[in-house]
């Protein structure tokens, strides 16, 4: 199916990445329906589009006609049926368990119409180990954005041998739609193009800190202050999720069995103690305003 076909998308999974590429999607004209089987996580995504229309229209960022209309235009719902139904997109943001994905994508094929495209957020996990689950493995592929998905313009679309190049088209195509930029990777590697940079300088820090070497704000300054990124990596986990940083860890490490892989003893101790990032008020950080 082209983009221009796509009217309606189902976003499945409503956390840190769902919710605001759902948002993303309404307030590019789609009608959205996200998903997600935690109540409260869907409420708290629904207050967040409550509150961020309203504050981008005061802001002059955004018109209120506009913000009225993607508010219409989006709606949650923690049955997966009813968001999946009529959906000729879904992208699926739930968390990085590769057998949670592939039972969630089992259903979405037998759920969704022939015609629609399956397509997965999953930061590391390609789709080949997900699409053949499916009886439709070409509609099947990679669409990643990134944190905060409402702010961050890149989408990196990865193209699975088993994906057909209609559908990493019409995915290229709705990226732009959402006024993103994508970019096609032409074959699956593991972490794509920006995680693969961006581990080697995660690892390092959490490297620095384990050795004693310097405290993980002065870590970050020295990113921040000379290297010129926005954030440093531990702020930057903070933001995206240690629970993610510890699942991603933990997939690899248990898939090849290289301790190499293994969670850094800090982020098994944040993830312990629930010291998520920004998503539980405290992390590497301390967020008051959670
Ligand atoms: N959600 C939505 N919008 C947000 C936001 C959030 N969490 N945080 C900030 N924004 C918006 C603000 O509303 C503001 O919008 P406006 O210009 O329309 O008013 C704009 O972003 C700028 O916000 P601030 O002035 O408050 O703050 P900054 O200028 O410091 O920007 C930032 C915040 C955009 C988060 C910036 O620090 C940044 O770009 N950080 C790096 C983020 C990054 O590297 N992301 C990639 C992570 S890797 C990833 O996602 C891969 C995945 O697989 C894990």
Redesign the pocket.
Same mark, same amino acid.
């Given at each position: 199916m082209g983009a221009e076909e796509i009217k309606n998308i189902c976003v499945v999974g409503a956390g840190n990445?769902g919710h605001?590429i759902a948002l993303s999607a309404a307030l590019a004209g789609y009608k959205v329906r996200c998903t997600d089987v935690n109540r409260e996580v869907l409420q708290k995504a629904e207050q $967040?589009v409550t509150t961020?229309l309203p504050?981008?229209v005061a802001?002059g960022?955004l018109t209120q006609d506009a913000a009225d209309a993607a508010r219409a235009n989006v709606m949650f719902s923690s049955d997966l049926r009813e968001a999946a139904e009529n959906a000729d997109l879904v992208i699926e943001a739930v968390i990085e368990k590769l057998e949670l994905k592939r039972s969630l994508f089992k259903q979405l094929d037998s759920i969704c119409l022939p015609h629609t495209i399956l397509a997965t957020? !999953? !930061?590391?996990i390609v789709s080949s180990k997900i699409a053949d689950v499916t009886s439709r493995t070409e509609k099947v592929c990679n669409m990643? $954005? $990134?944190?905060?998905?409402?702010?961050?313009k890149?989408v990196e679309v990865v193209k699975g041998t088993h994906t057909s190049e209609k559908t990493t088209k019409t995915l290229m195509d709705v990226s732009l739609r959402m006024g993103k930029t994508p970019v096609l990777l032409q074959h699956e590697i593991y972490g $794509?193009l920006?995680?693969r940079m961006?581990a080697a300088i995660k690892n390092e820090a959490i490297y620095l800190l384990d050795m004693g070497i310097a405290g993980h704000e002065d870590i970050d300054k020295a990113v921040t202050l000379a290297l010129g990124?926005?954030?440093g990596p531990f702020?930057?986990m903070d933001?995206?999720?240690i629970d993610?940083t510890y699942f991603v860890a933990m997939e690899r490490y248990q898939e090849s069995g290289d301790p190499i892989y293994r969670p850094s003893p800090v982020i098994v101790e944040k993830f312990i103690k629930n010291e998520w990032g920004?998503k539980t008020g405290k992390g590497f950080y301390e967020y008051p305003e959670h």
């Open positions: 990445m605001q $967040f961020y504050e981008k802001k960022k957020n !999953s !930061s590391y990643h $954005f $990134f944190n905060p998905a409402l702010v961050m890149l $794509f920006v995680n961006l990124y926005p954030m702020r930057l933001l995206t999720g993610l920004r």
